[in-house]
């Protein structure tokens, strides 16, 4: 992409009332835009970093036998009345609607009631079982308070999976594969290090469910860490009885903040109770089918990023996840051949399939140009200017220092 056709512009100050790191860094950035407190959009860089992080959770997500689908955000009443949670006195972050002959709608927060009643015209018999089907899908949540950025949207996009079987030691089989699944996402994302399974209150069917919480001060949550098995607990669980059950001495603990990048839940029969989808087994006996969730926060984890990884400069993004590979800043492109080259080098990148963004603009300084690229944070930097003749100066985003490289070399060495 040429930056001269980009539309965004980068800011000198985000929003007073943004207090959010992440989010003050990718509005100055122009990755986003605040609408309101929770609500973002999402501008042409924010939006490719987005869908890269989404490529990450689908391909994992594929690869333990997820179907995708994406279900609707209108959600009729009688769906969250059959299970209960229609109610604000049970759910307390409806986003609630009317049609025009005043039938209630809602926005859905979540999606385990359309999902159940909509698997019933698909589920009969065990022969159907297992299933597992994903989306990514925005949520609305009317949350009390959102001043995290992209951490605490009321309006946010999530992955939510949502597995069905047939008896609990299959369910207990999918869900030890998704904490598997999830681990090799935050990896890839470049949050493996500092991301923990964390055990949390498991709801009537199972003692546990599971969060993977990513350590940082700018966490909402505090989670319990031990060290040296790499696992966490969290404050709903903090109690002896745990401590016993997961050999965990209490001492060794150690508080930090977190954010709750994902979470996983067994829901047993629950919502299929509810909404009766029911399967006949091979005795013939027709039985509740057994329920998982499985929830990744995909614009929570482009904040935690962004909040994570960054300097004084701007923003620092993950080689996985960057806008573009290569940002190739031209200066002095006034003069001919230094355009010529520069548009060569462009060229030769592109037609290899490797991701530019080509600072083209003639009539910005230097000094603005470099700027501009430490805050939107592309990982490596090609610098052709009058300077460079028949070289280039080369610098990942991190380094102070460039060095001069042939063209060539440094071509290559983009297209590895
Ligand atoms: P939290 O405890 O942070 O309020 P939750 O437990 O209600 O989240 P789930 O319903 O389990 O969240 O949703 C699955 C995932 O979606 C969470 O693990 C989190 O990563 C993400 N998520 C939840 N709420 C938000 C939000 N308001 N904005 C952005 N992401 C969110
Ligand atoms: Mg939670």
Known sequence: MRQSRLFTKTQKEAPKDEISKNAQLLIKAGFINKEMAGVYSYLPLGLRVLRKIE????????????????????????????????????????????LKNNVELGLAPTHEEP????????????????????????KFRNEVRSKSGLMRGREFLMKDLYSFSRTTSELDEYYEKSKDAYMKVYKRLGLGEITVVTFASGGSFSKFSHEFQTISEAGEDTIYVDEDKNIAINKEVYNDEVFKLLDIDPKKLVEKKAIEVGNIFKLGTKYSEALNLTFVDK?????PVIMGSYGIGV???????????????????????A??????????????????????????????????????????????????ADLIGIPHRIII???????????DRIDEESQLLDIKNVIDKMHG
């Open 299 to 321: 614009s929570r984890l482009m904040g935690t990023i962004a909040e994570i990884f960054n300097d004084e400069k701007g923003l620092v993004w993950p080689e996985n996840i």
């Open 55 to 98: 490529q990450i959770i689908r391909e994992e997500m594929n690869a333990i036998d997820g179907q995708e689908i994406l279900l609707t955000a209108l959600q009729q009443k009688g769906h969250w009345q059959a299970s209960g949670r229609w109610s604000d006195d049970t759910m307390d972050i409806w986003f609630k609607t009317k």
């Open 323 to 372: 806008p573009f590979k290569v940002h190739l800043v031209g200066l002095n492109l006034d003069d001919e051949d230094v355009k010529v080259q520069a548009e060569k080098a462009y060229q030769s990148l592109t037609n290899d399939g490797v991701e530019v963004l080509f600072d083209d603009r003639v009539d910005v300084t230097p000094g603005k140009k470099f700027a501009e």
């Open 385 to 395: 200017s009058k300077r460079t003749n028949s070289k280039v100066e080369y610098k």
């Open 283 to 287: 005795d013939g006996s027709t039985k």
């Open 115 to 138: 999902l159940t009643n909509l698997m019933k015209k698909h589920i009969h018999s065990y022969k159907d079982l297992p299933k597992y089907v994903y989306q990514f899908q925005t």
